[in-house]
């Protein structure tokens, strides 16, 4: 019914179900993934404290998404993590292995800094997380 009144109006969004999935490793590590949603009181009540996440990997590309102020939001104050890692930005968001300026992450870290561990997934680089979501490796 939402889509068909938008489109009534000439406009369209995604209408579809908030979705996430939280994982548990057997060294205890709890993580969150995000998936295509926006804020949700999921983030706080299921996710932070019925199963503890304390990595969040946050989809931050701001269709079909949070933008990266929203997803930097969510994860420190909605989920509570420990450390965050931004994905889905849908650019080119580094160069080289460095962060391009004015990009979705670039706008993520700045909202993110000081405030939470971050971590930038790069092409080819794995990261490993202890049980309580410091990075181990690769970071």
């Known amino acids: 019914d939402l889509a068909k009144a938008l489109k009534k109006s000439g406009l369209t969004a995604y209408a579809g179900p908030d979705t996430g999935f939280v994982l548990k490793f057997s060294n205890g590590l709890v993580v969150y993934l995000s998936a295509d949603t926006g804020h949700v009181s999921d983030m706080d009540t299921i996710v932070r404290r019925y199963y503890g996440a304390e990595l969040a990997i946050m989809n931050m590309g701001d269709r079909n998404t949070m933008g990266p ?10 989920i509570k993590a420990k450390a965050v890692i931004p994905t889905h930005a849908n650019e080119a968001s580094t160069k080289g292995g460095k962060v391009v300026a004015g990009t979705k992450v670039d706008r993520f870290i700045k909202a993110v800094k000081g405030r939470i561990p971050y971590h930038i997934p790069l092409s080819g680089k794995t990261f490993e997380f202890d049980g309580d979501a410091k990075c181990v490796r690769g970071c």
């Open 69 to 78: 102020k929203e997803a930097a939001w969510a994860a420190i104050e909605l």
